[in-house]
C-alpha cells in the first residue's frame, strides 16, 4: 500500500487497516480479500467525508480471485484497475507507466516499469523523490525488492538489478552522442 | 466531463453512461460502469460528487433488493423513483447530503410501458420521455427536441443515441472516451456495445 | 448599514525556540534552549522543552508551548499508568507509537507542537524518533524543528549525513558519530542559532541518554557542568548538560 498527501492520516489509517486485517484473519481463519480490506478503508474515510482527511491509496494483493489492485482516496472513491498511481507525481509517473504497460509484463520488467516510472516522478515533481521502495505482490505474498536512491538511478542507474538496462536513467546519459542538426551535404571538393 | 442519457422508445428504454473516472485532471479508470442494474426491469445511472455517487447508489441498491425480498415481487418503476427521490430529499436536509443526479429507466411489465425519470441531488424529478445529465445535456437535449420519436424501433432509438455521443464528441471541449449503454424493456436488461 | 463583521478566536500560538536530537551507537543526545518568547518578548529565560520521561527516553517538546507542557503531562501519565500495570517502563518504540496516537486522536483540533523523543532501543542502540502535530513520525539519526529548523537541519545533514562531501578516496563515512563529536555539533548548532535567530538563546539544555555499560562516558568527562539525573548506574543512564547562550 503507498500513501500521499497527508503523511499522518495515511499512516494511522493504514496502521489501523493493517491490524484490522489481522483482526480479520484471527476471527475467520481466512485472510481479507483486497477488494474486502480495500472497502473497509473506503467506507472510514467515507465517514470522515468533508473533515478535511487527505488521502490517495492503492491496496494491492492476492486472493481466492487471483491479483487485485484498489484505488482508494478520502472523498470515499474506491475503483478496481491493474493500473494506477497516486500523488502528487503521478502525473509522470502515468507518462512512462502507461507507454510501458502491457498485460504480459515479466516479472522483471513489471519490476524495472515501476522502479522508472517512480524515478520519472522523482525526477520531475519537487514533492517527490529521494528514495523509491519496491515491492513485489505474488500468489504466495508480497516480497520487498529494494530501496533505490533517485540521484542514484539517474547517473549510475538502480545498479545490477535484474530488468534495468545498464547505466543512468537520466536524459542527458540516453541521448549522449545523439544530434538533431542536419547540416546540407557538403559539396564534394576537388 | 460526466455525462449520461436516456430515451424511451416504443416498449423499451435505452441508457447511456460515460465510463471515466477522474481525479482532478487524470483520468483513473477508463471502464467504470455508472449505471445500476436495481431490478430485472430497473436502471439507474449515476453521477455527482466522488464517494457519496457509489455509496448512494449501493444504498438504493441493497434496499430495492430488500423490497423483492420481502414482498416477492419488486417495485414498479413509478414506485421505486418516489422512494429514491424521497431518499435524496431527506437526505438534503441533513447534515451531509449526497451530491448525486440520477436517471432512473424502467419497464413496468404490468402496463408494458416504459418510463423515465429525471433527478437531481435537490430532491427534483420530473418524468421525461428523454433525459441527461452534465455537459453533454447541453447538446443533446436539443437534439432530442428535433429527432426523438416515441415510437421509434429499437435500431431508430440506437441510431438517436449515435447522434447524441456523435455531437457531443464534435462540440464538447471535454468529451467522455467511451459509453456504456444498456437496454431495458420486457425481457429485462441487457448491455449493448454501440 | 453596517457590513457584517466575521469574529474569530484563535487558540493558538508560537512561542519559538528550537529542539533537536541525535541518535548515536549506543547512546542519544536531545537537546533545546530554554528561551520562550512570543512575537518580540520574550516570556521567561528558562523555560525547559526537554523533558526526562523514562531511564532510557527523553522528550523535547517545542511550538505552542502550552500545548506541549500539556502534552508531555499526559504522556508522563500514560506511561506511569503503563508502570502501574507492567511494573517495567515502556520501550521507546512502544512510546513512539503512543505518541502517534495520542497526537492523532486530536486530529481535528491538534496539540500544536513538534515533538523529537529520544533515547535507547530495547536492543541497546542509540535511537531518535521525530513527530509532526497529528502524529506522523519516523525514526531517524538526527533531527532539528522548530524556529531556527531551517538554520540547523542543513548543519546536521553535512555534519551527521556527511550530505554534499565526498569521502577521500578509498576510505567512507561512518554511519554513526561516536559522543564526543556529537556534543560540540549540537553545541555550535545552538551557538550559532542563536546568533541569527532572535528567538533562540538564553540557556541551552543537553540531555544525554547512555546505554547499559555504554563507553561513551569517557566522551563526557571534557564537558564542564554536567550532572547525572539517573540514581543508579547499572542501567541506562542519562545525564544533563546546562549552558548559558546569548541573552540579547
Redesign the interface.
Known amino acids: 500500500m503507498a500513501g500521499g498527501v497527508c503523511i499522518a492520516d495515511c499512516q494511522y489509517w493504514e496502521t489501523y487497516l493493517g491490524m484490522h486485517c489481522r483482526l480479520h484473519e484471527l476471527r475467520n481463519r481466512e485472510r481479507i480479500s483486497v477488494s474486502a480490506a480495500s472497502k473497509y478503508l473506503s467506507n472510514l474515510v467515507y465517514s470522515y467525508k468533508g473533515m478535511g482527511l487527505s488521502m490517495g491509496t492503492m491496496i494491492c494483493g492476492w486472493d481466492k480471485t487471483g491479483p487485485a489492485v484498489f484505488y482508494v482516496d478520502s472523498d470515499g472513491t474506491r475503483l478496481k484497475g491493474d493500473l494506477f498511481s497516486v500523488g502528487s507525481g503521478s502525473t509522470f509517473a502515468y507518462g512512462v507507466l502507461d507507454q510501458g504497460y502491457h498485460w504480459d509484463l515479466s516479472d522483471e520488467e513489471a519490476q524495472e516499469l515501476g522502479r522508472r516510472s517512480i524515478y520519472a516522478a522523482g525526477h520531475r515533481d519537487a514533492f517527490s523523490g529521494n528514495t523509491c521502495n519496491l515491492y513485489h505482490v505474488k500468489e504466495d505474498g508480497w516480497k520487498f525488492i529494494g530501496n533505490y536512491d533517485i540521484s542514484k538511478m539517474h547517473y549510475e542507474g538502480p545498479g545490477n538489478v535484474p530488468g534495468a538496462p545498464g547505466g543512468g536513467y537520466g536524459y542527458d546519459l540516453r541521448v549522449e552522442g545523439r544530434s538533431s542538426a542536419n547540416p546540407p551535404p557538403v559539396a564534394a571538393t576537388a | 466531463m460526466e455525462t449520461s442519457f436516456a430515451i424511451t422508445g416504443k416498449g423499451y428504454l435505452i441508457m447511456a453512461a460515460d465510463t471515466t473516472?477522474a481525479?482532478s485532471?487524470?483520468k483513473?479508470?477508463i471502464d467504470?460502469d455508472k449505471i445500476k442494474t436495481l431490478s430485472p426491469h430497473l436502471l439507474m445511472a449515476y453521477s455527482g460528487?466522488?464517494?457519496?455517487t457509489?455509496?448512494f447508489a449501493e444504498y438504493v441498491e441493497r434496499n430495492i433488493r430488500l423490497y423483492q425480498i420481502r414482498n416477492l415481487y419488486p417495485l414498479r418503476p413509478a414506485a421505486a423513483a418516489s422512494w429514491i427521490r424521497r431518499a435524496l430529499a431527506e437526505s438534503l436536509r441533513s447534515r451531509?447530503p449526497y451530491s448525486v443526479n440520477l436517471l432512473l429507466g424502467g419497464y413496468d411489465t404490468a402496463t408494458h410501458d416504459p418510463h423515465l425519470y429525471w433527478v437531481d441531488y435537490l430532491g427534483t424529478m420530473a418524468e421525461v420521455p428523454f433525459a441527461a445529465h452534465g455537459y453533454g445535456s447541453y447538446f443533446a437535449l436539443s437534439l432530442l427536441d428535433r429527432y426523438h420519436n416515441p415510437e421509434a424501433t429499437l435500431e431508430e432509438g440506437l441510431d438517436t443515441l449515435r447522434r447524441c455521443l456523435d455531437e457531443v464528441a464534435k462540440r464538447l471541449v471535454v468529451s467522455p472516451g467511451k459509453y456504456k449503454v444498456k437496454i431495458v424493456d420486457k425481457d429485462g436488461v441487457r448491455e449493448i456495445e454501440l | 448599514m453596517t457590513q457584517p463583521v466575521q469574529q474569530a478566536f484563535n487558540p493558538y500560538t508560537e512561542n519559538g525556540g528550537t529542539i533537536l536530537a541525535i541518535a548515536g551507537a549506543d547512546f542519544s543526545v536531545i537537546a533545546g534552549d530554554t528561551r520562550q518568547s512570543e512575537g518580540y518578548s520574550i516570556q521567561t529565560r528558562y523555560a525547559p522543552k526537554v523533558f526526562r520521561l523514562t531511564d532510557k527516553a527523553t522528550l523535547a517538546v517545542n511550538g505552542f508551548a502550552a500545548d506541549g507542557n500539556m502534552f508531555v503531562k499526559k504522556v508522563r501519565q500514560r506511561l506511569e499508568w503503563y508502570r502501574h500495570a507492567h511494573a517495567k517502563d515502556m520501550p521507546i518504540r512502544a512510546i513512539a507509537r503512543l505518541i502517534q496516537t495520542m497526537l492523532y486522536a486530536r486530529r481535528f483540533f491538534p496539540y500544536y507542537v513538534y515533538n523529537i523523543l529520544g533515547g535507547i532501543e530495547e536492543d541497546g542502540t542509540g535511537a531518535v524518533y521525530s513527530f509532526d502535530p497529528v502524529g506522523s513520525y519516523e525514526r531517524e539519526a538526527c533531527r532539528a524543528a522548530g524556529a531556527a529548523q531551517s538554520l540547523v537541519q542543513p548543519f546536521l545533514d553535512n555534519q551527521i549525513y556527511f550530505k554534499n562531501q565526498t569521502p577521500a578516496p578509498g576510505t567512507s563515512f561512518p554511519k554513526h558519530l561516536p559522543l564526543f563529536t556529537v556534543l560540540p555539533l549540537v553545541i555550535d548548532s545552538f551557538t550559532s542559532a542563536t546568533e541569527r535567530h532572535i528567538e533562540v538563546g538564553d540557556g541551552l539544555e543537553i540531555y544525554v541518554v547512555l546505554a547499559k555499560n555504554s563507553d561513551s562516558l569517557q566522551g563526557l568527562q571534557a564537558i564542564g557542568g554536567i550532572q547525572e539525573v539517573t540514581a543508579n548506574t547499572d542501567g541506562e543512564r542519562t545525564f544533563v548538560i546546562r549552558r548559558d547562550l546569548k541573552k540579547d
Open positions: 473516472a481525479r485532471i487524470v483513473m479508470k467504470e460528487e466522488p464517494g457519496d457509489v455509496q451531509k
